[in-house]
């Protein structure tokens, strides 16, 4: 975060693709993670070899390209464009200006990058407040009010002025890495020439012979060649920081204040970087006595500091450990201590639930949001209602089943939204017309609570069969009270995935005037009402009985977990919120798992291991003597 020099070398680039790893020079290694540095000289433009890169060129092309015409060469490349641009991005809105008023070439590059933070859609890390703008990337702000220190160290009155002042500055400079873009565009200009002139030879010949020619031609001749070149080249340049300039600062961007935090915050970086714990401290304390005299929009310091509590509680990495321990304790009831094992489970998943529910309402406080805004608060969310159905089922029929059902479900759901903060801040909110208070709190809760009940019926189902094939403790009545907790969940998913569907149409019609627009996620919410309803007319046709409902059930968990994540992956669609890397692989993983346990539960019934064990029991009682001898 303090623009550390070591940060380029940590392999955070996975690089799969051989062809891609061709273009870009890298070797084949176990793990395929990459460093920054290691590729940086064919993505940054002027720190190639000799003109643009390979790599650049395949990109733009691939740009280029329709979607549906792109090989898979050319995805793979866009997909790390895309990444490095994330990279670039996230290093540049932590790098401040460096104190001082000197020209390098990193000044200049680092104030072209810049420009890519103001077109940034989401919220950037390190922001500070500002009247004018709200709150605005650190980085942004630092540099603006480094242009304004520069205009009054060069005493020039425009944004302009400093501009050019700037790179007349750096061209005295002859920096290397630019002298280099200087030499390459002479070469460039040189060949074209040639071409013009109906010169024929191929690229590389025509290269070898242009710097033969500069290798023979006096320094005086050379350096006439690269001043002439180097004119145009810097009048580009200052073209192109003025630009930037004039989108931070405007016409009248001196007449702005720097806004308060900034300095702080600056020499807070400055105080890491040099190992200065007092001067870190003190400026600490500075910037949390400024934000409290004077609160900025958005800004509570109660919320601020609860957040901190709360992340290093971590009530939601606890529930994990607990719902673990639950499972074993449950699995030991099979065992033996039934009676006791299970009312300990019960009652632990009473207090994992209050410190979940203790988690999820945190999250609400927190961000001001209802409890379901992002893929990681759905993951959260669903687990939470897939622990209420349990502690319910576990009520009524006090088996022992609503108490795997609790632990399960928040097990895996918490290890899911566990994977899914690794992208960053899980406090995020939908893009765009999404980000909605009073949909948010309908339509997606609804709609979540509609794939709760579809997961909690499909576990149903998976245990039915499991326990009927592998075990043989599916007596008759366990069997009959499993069925009627999967018909009982199957119709409260029907009713919250055709509300919350409903909802949805109608937040569509309030949003952007229709309805219904065969997006994506809207076909999988519309599947999963189909899927339910589906179920529930065989059981009521008498098309399928406790077995068939279990395996139908069991097929829902593949139809929600397509809506839930199989549909980003697409990347089409209002409803789209991102590819997740490594999500198809696993997605595939998990439906083949369940289509193997509906087959399994379509396995004739005599090979089921609790069908053949209900059937010696019968036939012992029925040969057994009633009464004495």
């Known amino acids: ?36 540095r290691e590729f940086q000289e064919h993505v940054v433009p002027g720190r190639e070899a000799q003109g643009q890169s390979e790599y650049r060129k395949q990109v733009a092309k691939a740009i280029e390209t329709p979607s549906e015409q792109m090989t898979v060469y050319q995805r793979k490349l866009r997909e790390l464009h895309n990444r490095i641009q994330q990279y670039q991005a996230l290093r540049a809105a932590h790098k401040l200006v460096e104190p001082g008023f000197d020209t390098s070439f990193d000044r200049i590059l680092s104030i072209l990058r810049s420009r890519e933070l103001t077109d940034q859609r989401a919220n950037l890390p390190l922001s500070v407040p500002s009247k004018q703008r709200k709150w605005q990337a650190l980085a942004l702000e630092s540099l603006r009010a480094w242009i304004r220190d520069a205009a009054r160290e060069w005493k020039v009155d425009s944004p302009a002025a400093v501009a050019t002042e700037l790179v007349r500055r750096f061209g005295e400079l002859r920096d290397p890495d630019f002298e280099r873009i200087v030499r390459d565009q002479a070469i460039d200009s040189i060949i074209q020439s040639a071409r013009q002139q109906g010169m024929k030879a191929s690229p590389a010949e025509m290269l070898e012979m242009v710097k033969k020619q500069l ?26 920081v003025g630009s930037v300039f004039l989108v931070l600062l405007g016409e009248t961007g001196f007449s702005e204040e720097t806004p308060v935090g900034c300095r702080a915050l600056e020499n807070i970086f400055q105080a ?68 006791l094992l299970n009312r300990t489970a019960g009652w632990l998943v ?26 990681y608060s759905s993951a959260v969310f669903i687990g939470w209602g897939a622990v209420v159905a349990g502690i319910i089922i576990e009520r009524m029929y006090k088996m022992g089943i609503g108490n795997v059902i609790a632990a399960i479900s928040g097990f895996a759901t918490l290890i899911i939204a566990q994977n899914l903060a690794g992208d960053g801040d899980t406090f995020t909110v939908l893009a765009a017309v999404l980000d909605t208070q009073f949909w948010l709190a309908t339509h997606v809760v609804c709609i979540t609570l509609g794939y709760t009940g579809t997961y909690v019926a499909g576990l149903l189902g998976a245990l039915y069969i499991l326990r009927g094939v592998l075990t043989p403790s599916l007596s008759q009545r366990v069997g009959r009270n499993l069925a009627r907790a999967v018909y009982g969940t199957t119709c409260a998913a029907m009713f919250f995935s055709f509300v919350g569907t409903v909802l949805g149409g109608l937040w569509a019609d309030d949003s952007w005037g229709r309805f219904w627009g065969w997006d994506p996620k809207e076909n999988g919410a519309l599947i999963i009402v189909l899927f339910n309803a589906l179920v529930l007319h065989a059981r009521w046709d008498g ?38 890397e490594g999500v198809m692989l696993a997605l595939g993983a998990f439906c083949a798992s369940q289509l193997a346990i509906a087959a399994m539960g379509c396995l004739p019934r005599q090979s089921w291991w609790s069908e053949r064990a209900n059937a010696d029991k019968q036939a012992s009682a029925e040969t057994s003597p009633v009464g004495p001898a």
Request: glycine share 10%.
């Open 1 to 36: 975060m303090a623009n550390s020099t070591e940060a380029g070398t940590h392999k955070v680039f996975r690089i799969e693709n051989f062809d891609v790893l061709d273009t870009l020079g890298l070797s084949r290694r176990k793990g395929f993670r990459y460093s920054y």
């Open 272 to 339: 890491w970087k040099a190992g200065d714990a007092g001067t870190f401290a003190a400026e600490t304390e500075s910037l949390r006595k400024a934000y409290s005299q004077a609160p900025p929009e958005e800004y509570n310091a109660t919320r601020a500091g609860f957040e901190h509590h709360f992340n290093g509680f971590e009530p939601f990495y606890l529930s994990i450990i607990l719902y673990g321990f639950v499972f074993l304790l449950v699995a030991g009831s099979w065992l033996g201590w039934t009676t």
């Open 215 to 240: 290798e023979q031609v006096t320094a005086a001749e050379r350096e006439e060649l690269l001043s002439r070149t180097r004119g145009p080249v810097l009048e580009r340049l200052t073209q192109q």
């Open 543 to 580: 098309l399928v009985k406790d077995r068939g409902l279990a395996a139908l059930a069991v097929l829902g968990n593949i139809v929600v977990s397509w809506s839930w994540f199989g549909v980003n992956e697409l990347g089409v669609g209002l409803h789209s919120y991102g590819f997740t």
């Open 350 to 375: 009473l207090l994992i639930f209050v410190l979940h529910t203790y988690g999820l309402v945190s999250r609400v406080y927190i961000s001001g949001k209802p409890p379901v805004t992002n893929l």
